[in-house]
């Protein structure tokens, strides 16, 4: 073969070479458009914080596939105009680099894997200063409306069944005490009733405001928070409430949503202090949602609504017969249970280290009480003989 025919076909690899990889190249830009440019998009043209993105790569376990070292290189790199912060363009270099720059065929194959979930992570610089901008249906609002429309239809399979015995529901009576659900101090070993007695109702009003209040202030809680929060705290909430009602009523059941419903509350106010400065974002602007939705406005709210309630259950605590008695301390339980859980469980946009620690601190105050309580129905000697029928 002669020497001119050689250097023919040696252009002629090199070029091939050269398609291939453009070809490749332009697939690898069209996934990274596809997939990762809408997770880059929620943080802004800024990008995402450096620091927050190599925590969460280490994280979700990018350091099982290459060294400490080489991960901080890469970042690094990315990082062209030195500002601590990953745009879109930057990680679209990185991701079709080689060598040193940019990763290899190898490194970009475990990146791919992990990079979404770990930037998805990562709260957006916007976020974390507007506590509005947190507001989304991602997921939508599940927990709430599911657990409001069992208790309403608990509250009807029982009217109908004293509706039978001649035993209608009113507005204000009609409670089935003799029903598992129910709290009932003399089956306190029956551990379940400590939970569900939220199902049970005495009359129409009691169930109505309860629904009215939990969908009132439960649902937003969602949009930002999620179900699984709001859940957790909800249902904890029920427990604290029977509980602490167990403590102090020794001969009166319980019934109602109240000690989940007061958690929400509790819970509010927790997401009002953790996110105080949040909340409070541009609220001078002028913009009657964001007066409306700021902390001080939340947190008069939420007084207006429960000193005075609070107020009258203790009232009719005192004075209202035993068959009408409100159990005050399940509302009180419920609202402390929300208060100290909110702040560990719920959301904090912008979590300051005073307010990881203001969390480890409530939650071992919400276990306590649950420890003694417990202790307490144990032990305590004043309750009525129990009952094992």
Not at 22 to 27: A, C, G, N, P
Request: aromatic residues 10%.
């Amino acid at each position: 073969m002669s020497a001119p025919e050689s250097g023919r076909r040696s252009g002629a690899g090199v070029a091939r070479r050269g398609k291939v990889e453009d070809i490749e190249m332009r697939k690898l830009r069209e996934d990274l458009d596809r997939n990762y440019k809408k997770v880059f998009d929620k943080h802004g043209p800024e990008g995402v914080p450096l620091q927050d993105l190599r925590q969460e790569l280490e994280e979700e376990g990018i350091t099982d596939h290459m060294t400490q070292e080489r991960l901080n290189s890469l970042l690094n790199n990315a990082d062209a105009n030195r500002d601590a912060q990953i745009t879109y363009g930057e990680f679209v270099k990185l991701m079709e680099g080689g060598g040193q720059g940019g990763v290899t065929r190898e490194e970009r194959q475990r990146f791919r894997g992990i990079i979404s979930a770990a930037i998805d992570n990562i709260i957006p610089q916007s976020m974390k200063e507007d506590f509005i901008a947190n507001y989304n249906c991602r997921p939508p609002p599940l927990f709430i409306p599911i657990i409001s429309a069992i208790e309403i239809a608990v509250f009807i399979y029982y009217a109908v069944e004293l509706e039978a015995q001649g035993r209608p529901i009113t507005a204000t009576t009609g409670v089935d005490m003799s029903s598992p659900l129910v709290y009932r101090p003399s089956r306190r070993y029956e551990a379940w009733r400590f939970l569900t007695y939220m199902f049970m109702h005495q009359g129409y009003i009691h169930i109505l405001s309860n629904m009215i209040f939990q969908l009132l202030f439960g649902v937003p809680l969602e949009f930002v928070h999620k179900f699984w929060r709001v859940m957790i705290v909800y249902i904890l909430g029920v427990i604290a409430g029977s509980l602490a009602h167990s403590c102090t009523d020794h001969y009166v059941g319980l019934v109602g949503a109240s000690g989940g419903v007061y958690a929400l509350l509790g819970a509010h106010v927790a997401a009002i202090i953790t996110n105080w400065r949040e909340m409070n974002y541009e609220c001078c602007s002028g913009s009657i949602k964001r007066i409306l939705l700021s902390a001080p406005v939340r947190l008069t709210v939420i007084l207006v609504l429960v000193l005075p309630d609070t107020g009258i259950a203790i009232y009719r605590r005192i004075s209202a017969p035993d068959e009408f008695k409100v159990g005050v301390t399940a509302h009180i339980g419920g609202f402390l249970a929300g208060l100290l859980l909110g702040v560990p469980v719920l959301k904090n946009v912008q979590k300051l280290p005073w307010e990881t620690t203001l969390g480890w601190v409530t939650l071992a105050l919400y276990l306590a009480f649950v420890a003694f309580a417990i202790m307490f129905n144990g032990f305590y000697k004043g309750y009525p003989a129990t009952d094992w029928s």
